[in-house]
T-cell receptor, first 114, second 113 residues
Framework: EPEVTQTPSHQVTQMGQEVILRCVPI?????FYWYRQILGQKVEFLVS????????KSEIFDDQFSVERPDGSNFTLKIRSTKLEDSAMYFC????????????FGEGSRLTVL | AQSVTQLGSHVSVSEGALVLLRCNYS??????LFWYVQYPNQGLQLLLK??????LVKGINGFEAEFKKSETSFHLTKPSAHMSDAAEYFC???????????FGAGTRLTVKP
């Protein structure tokens, strides 16, 4: 069964460093998303991406964040200068073009900022 | 904008007892509604969804949910809890226009032997 894959599964970084989280969405999907979940808290929407541009972003998704689909298969989330409060699990999701609404999630990338 | 409220951050039931996890939504347009389950250290797995049609939807692992427009609710139920049901459950809503999904705060289900 097709699935969304994310790498790395866990990354530890120093505050101020740049981090890139990678996702390979399901191959025929057209809509891509990043969510984050701070430990013990709710899953929060960060950004959605369609047709090579951001379609919507939350207030969390400030200038430190960016997304890219560089090669037609990967979908990346970059954090330019990490802060302690960026420590969280980051989930990538994708959706087909069909109007079913269902998002398929990856297993997540745990980011720890020291 | 849509939003979801899950009543009860933690629900504890005995094995074999009824599971009821509450979810109320807010949406200015007809919603799509979802329940996702998250087991420890894992990602989000879809339990069930409501888009259109039958308001009582059945999902995996014996769970079901009923969309009640008049009550703006989409409560999740299971007649008999199993130990393996212990997990975090998230209700989510999206609209039919942009389909961006918003999650509730989650309900942690504990099942006692």
């Amino acid at each position: 069964e097709p699935e969304v894959t994310q790498t790395p599964s866990h990354q530890v970084t120093q505050m101020g460093q740049e981090v890139i989280l990678r996702c390979v969405p399901i191959s025929n999907h057209l809509y891509f998303y990043w969510y984050r979940q701070i430990l013990g808290q709710k899953v929060e929407f960060l950004v959605s991406f369609y047709n090579n541009e951001i379609s919507e972003k939350s207030e969390i998704f400030d200038d430190q964040f960016s997304v890219e689909r560089p090669d037609g298969s990967n979908f990346t989330l970059k954090i330019r200068s990490t802060k302690l409060e960026d420590s969280a699990m980051y989930f990538c999701a994708s959706r087909s073009g069909m109007n079913t609404g269902e998002l398929f999630f990856g297993e997540g990338s745990r980011l720890t900022v020291l | 904008a849509q939003s979801v409220t899950q009543l009860g951050s933690h629900v504890s039931v005995s094995e074999g007892a009824l599971v009821l996890l509450r979810c109320n939504y807010s949406s200015s347009v007809p919603p799509y509604l979802f329940w996702y389950v998250q087991y420890p250290n894992q990602g989000l797995q879809l339990l069930l969804k409501y888009t259109t049609g039958a308001t009582l939807v059945k999902g995996i692992n014996g769970f079901e949910a009923e969309f009640k427009k008049s009550e703006t609710s989409f409560h999740l139920t299971k007649p008999s809890a199993h130990m393996s049901d212990a997990a975090e459950y998230f209700c989510a809503v999206s609209d039919q226009n942009n389909n961006d999904m918003r999650f509730g705060a989650g309900t942690r289900l504990t099942v006692k032997p």
